[in-house]
Nanobody
Framework: EVQLVQSGGGLVQPGGSLRLSCAAS????????MIWVRQAPGKGLEWVSA????????YYANSVKGRFTISRDDAKNTVYLQMNSLKPEDTAVYYC?????WGQGTVVTVSS
């Protein structure tokens, strides 16, 4: 069974940083691309970032480019999203996604 278990997130002040983690199981993690998406309160889903298998490429939405960094540790079957210079508009529930399976979601709140 494919499972994605997220951790991290929470409340942070504008300009602060957070790191999200997503631990995968039930599939050959190293062989698959991983994606982060988010949903802000009252809004639709927004694709945030992706990383190809073997870290062969990383991709970012314009809204987070230069502030967020996606990475993966294939030895730990984990993908990360390092979020720096956070803004109130980054407030959302963040999900990692792979093979059509979604993590449970992690709430990130950016507020003073």
């Amino acid at each position: 069974e494919v499972q994605l278990v997220q951790s991290g997130g929470g409340l942070v002040q504008p300009g602060g940083s957070l790191r999200l983690s997503c631990a995968a199981s039930g599939f050959t993690f190293s062989s698959y691309d991983m994606i982060w998406v988010r949903q802000a309160p009252g809004k639709g889903l927004e694709w945030v970032s992706a990383i190809k298998s073997g870290a062969a490429g990383t991709y970012y939405a314009n809204s987070v480019k230069g502030r967020f960094t996606i990475s993966r540790d294939d030895a730990k079957n984990t993908v990360y999203l390092q979020m720096n210079s956070l803004k109130p508009e980054d407030t959302a529930v963040y999900y990692c996604v792979a093979l059509g399976v979604w993590g449970q979601g992690t709430v990130v709140t950016v507020s003073s």
